[in-house]
């Protein structure tokens, strides 16, 4: 579907509007949602005749990159988030066209997308859950990543962390995971902090986030992150794995529990994954999941995790959802 | 009465189930399940802390148990 030479983004389309024809394949009723300014194009219900190459625009951009595969079209694009990625364009000149098929979503949409751009969010630990997080919000477009992690690679990290190879190994996490990160997409700030979260440093290095993403793997740590969180009044994004079990809440949002409340002091149990073992795949769904949350608050999308306690096993694929 | 116990992590690894069933008296508690959870866990559990949810509802205090009433037994988990 996503065969490059199909595709033109709007700047790409404003930088050439000259030597294309533009047609409007849209039904009359979705024309008044995003207008088509600044383009002459034309309106396909009209019958056209084109000669030369053509951008074909229909609401959202994947109706077009449809017509033209199954036609079989030559010398046509199909405009990368159709008439809503162009409307934004031309009112605001962003181009958020990569992220079309997330804008398309109602729930998100371009004042989605837009938040998302100005969100902040602190990922505490960059391994098997902060490796998967930072990824899925990075590629999903936040606008600000601030990874913070003390600790090396190592070769027992690889199977579960997979912004690190062989070679990396003994290098710093944070470094390593920038340089990757950064290859995904420039439209994302990445800053890191090479040392581990102690009490000396949490209050400064948290104290810009919108969201904080626990993917630590101590509760001593994560025990600080919801003092933090609570008194600075930042979500906190909980994570945490045991074998094929994870789970995922949202802490300290707006007044809701906190971690204390989750776990009330002083909790004992619960190995590392280093200690009790773990699946790769585990900590991918779970740091995913984790983002996803994140996405939710930084929109402002409900129904969420906040003030509950989400179990995945990924033995039996079964989900509990707990009332805190 | 009969009564649903979810388990979960530390508590299915010990007990080797995903749930069980389990017939108690009327008026039984969730300090008493704890209790016969542990037993059970034989000493797999000890120093394990553990939370409870009935119906899908945290419980920070002991709470009286119905007939058909699921119990979760939730320990923390550390990952990452």
């Known amino acids: 579907m996503e065969d490059r030479s199909l595709i033109i983004t709007p700047k790409e389309l404003n930088d050439r509007k000259t030597e294309l024809t533009v047609i409007d394949v849209r039904p009359k009723e979705q024309r008044k949602e995003f207008p088509i300014e600044g383009l002459d194009a034309v309106l396909s219900e009209n019958g056209v005749e084109i000669n030369g190459q053509k951008v074909l625009v229909c609401q959202f951009g994947i109706v077009t990159e449809g017509m033209i595969i199954e036609n079989e079209l030559a010398d046509t694009f199909s405009l990368l988030g159709g008439a809503q990625a162009w409307d934004e364009f031309y009112r605001e000149q962003k181009d958020l066209s990569r992220w079309s098929r997330q804008t398309v979503l109602p729930e998100i949409g371009i004042e989605g997308q837009k938040k998302l751009l100005g969100g902040k969010v602190a990922i505490v630990g960059v391994g098997g859950l902060g490796c998967p997080a930072a990824q899925a919000l990075l590629t999903a477009g936040i606008g600000y990543l601030h990874l913070i992690d003390g600790d090396n690679v190592s070769l027992s990290n690889l199977h579960r962390q997979p912004l690190y190879s062989p070679d990396d190994v003994d290098k710093k996490k944070v470094k390593v995971a920038k340089e990757k990160l950064a290859e995904l997409s420039a439209e994302t700030s990445i800053h890191i902090t090479d040392t581990f979260l102690d009490e000396e440093n949490a209050d400064v290095f948290l104290a810009d986030a919108d969201v904080i993403i626990d993917a630590t793997d101590n509760i001593k740590t994560r025990q600080l992150m919801d003092q933090i969180s609570k008194r600075k009044n930042i979500p906190m994004v909980y994570g945490g794995l045991f074998r094929f079990e994870g789970q995922v809440a949202i802490l300290n949002a707006n007044g809701s529990p906190g971690y204390s409340e989750l776990f009330p002091e002083p909790p004992s149990g619960g190995d590392t994954c280093e200690d009790a073992g773990v699946l790769g795949m585990l900590p991918g769904i779970i740091g995913n999941i984790q983002a996803l949350e994140a996405v939710k608050l930084i929109v402002g999308i409900n129904p969420n995790l906040v003030g509950k306690l989400l179990i995945y096993d990924g033995m039996n694929h079964s989900t509990e959802i707990i009332e805190i | ?80």
Request: net charge negative; charged share 30%; aromatic share 4%.
């Open chain 2, 1 to 80: 009465m009969k009564i649903k116990v979810k388990c979960f992590s530390q508590v299915k690894y010990a007990l080797g189930e995903n749930e069980i069933i389990l017939e108690m008296e009327t008026g039984s508690t969730t300090l008493g399940l704890e209790k016969i959870i542990r037993e059970k866990a034989d000493g797999k559990l000890d120093g394990v802390s553990l939370r409870v949810a009935v119906n899908q509802q945290y419980q920070s205090e002991e709470t009286i148990l119905t007939d058909g009433d699921e119990v979760a037994f939730i320990p923390p988990v550390q990952g990452g």
